[in-house]
């Protein structure tokens, strides 16, 4: 847009409604004088870019720039493509929205100036709401990177803590392991000291046994007063050949004690009142019907109507316990203060211990309850 006199208004049709007012200043002088071209180029930087023309070169004219007020303003030497001189300023906001340019001829000592007046509402305006939308814009990338270092730093802390956790569940797993072995050790240890406690209430109940001379096998010796041989190694002798104590037991609690050796094959048990007479009338060989006693041969133990807590070893020593009160009868190891089996005693009334010796002539005896031998 450009203004070529100095007396009139004028407005290009590329920036609607623009208010242009050009207020040439003659100073009436001798010879050619001309006015000074005022062009608007359009919004810059947040102002608006004017260009001042003069048709004569800069070697001839001057060209000065001052504000609404008169004060001077600075602007940029710009000479058109044939030599013309010209200028160039950027009218900024607040500065009175005015500007002349001034033509100075010191040769002929003339000017000539045209002015320009420009409305606020065509300077560039920055919107209101740009600081807060840059402030907004800010907080917000600083808490997108706030919130991604709290969710870096709360993904390493779960790791961190699930890493914790497996090793304390690690270390639970180890202390539950090695507490259930002190648990099983404990259980063993408690189940062997209620063994020999058992075996020591057991042996509390202790009774003196004698064999009955009249109530044995005539196969069978006595020697001294508790040992017992077969006169007959090698040979089976049916039905078992067996010795009688002379004690019989009808109730409370009675135990004693039998050192069987290294015999091949032994039985020991208690029988009746009834049973005990009739052996003595048929010479100590025991009638067709069963009575409660532990059988050993070839290294296993037989229990036939009871339950065995061992099957097979060897049994140098053996305990036997009469209870009459619970109605058992149980046998113990008592090399090992262990118990070898049970059964429940299906006899009634009294009941004497019998005594049946190794087939293969190795000796049998009553030992004292608490002496390392039998009693002779």
């Known amino acids: 847009m450009g203004m070529g006199t100095g007396t009139g208004t004028g407005m290009g049709m590329g920036i609607p409604l623009l208010l242009l007012l050009l207020l040439p200043m003659l100073h009436p002088a001798a010879g050619n004088v001309h006015e000074p071209l005022l062009i608007l180029e359009g919004p810059e930087q947040g102002g608006i870019r004017l260009r001042c023309l003069s048709e004569r070169p800069f070697s001839d004219v001057q060209l000065l720039w001052t504000d609404g007020k008169g004060e001077n303003l600075t602007g940029i030497p710009a000479p058109t493509d044939t030599g013309s001189a010209g200028s160039s300023l950027l009218l900024r906001p607040g500065s009175g929205n005015a500007a002349s340019c001034r033509i100075l001829d010191p040769r002929l000592q003339t000017a000539s100036e045209s002015s320009v007046v420009v409305a606020d509402v065509f300077f560039p305006a920055t919107s209101p709401w740009l600081p807060a939308f840059l402030m907004l814009l800010v907080l917000g990338v600083f808490l997108l990177l706030a919130a991604a270092y709290k969710l870096r730093r709360n993904q390493q802390l779960l790791a961190r803590e699930r890493k914790n956790q497996q090793e304390i569940q690690e270390e639970i797993e180890d202390l539950k392991g090695e507490l259930e072995e002190e648990i099983g050790k404990f259980q063993k240890e408690n189940q062997e000291m209620e063994k020999k406690i058992g075996f020591r209430r057991a042996q509390s109940n202790a009774v003196s046994l004698t064999l009955d001379e009249h109530c044995k096998h005539p196969n069978l010796v006595i020697q001294g007063k508790s040992w017992i041989v077969t006169s007959k190694p090698g040979s089976k002798i049916h039905p078992k050949a067996v010795v009688v104590a002379r004690e019989g037991f009808s109730e409370g609690k009675s135990y004693w004690e039998v050192e069987v050796g290294n015999g091949s094959d032994w039985e020991l048990g208690v029988l009746g009142e ?36 061992r099957n097979s070893g060897s049994c140098r020593v053996l305990g036997v316990l009469l209870d009459q009160e619970s109605r058992i009868l149980s046998f113990f190891d008592a090399e090992e203060k262990q118990r070898l089996g049970l059964l429940p005693l299906k006899l009634p009334g009294n009941l004497f211990p019998f005594f049946s010796p190794s087939s293969d002539g190795k000796a049998l005896g009553i030992r004292p309850v608490g002496v390392g031998g039998p009693q002779q």
């Open 274 to 309: 009834e049973i005990r007479d009739s052996l003595r009338n048929n010479g100590g060989s025991f009638p067709e019907e069963t009575v409660p006693g532990l059988e050993y041969s070839l290294g296993e133990f037989r229990l036939p109507g009871g339950k065995l807590e």
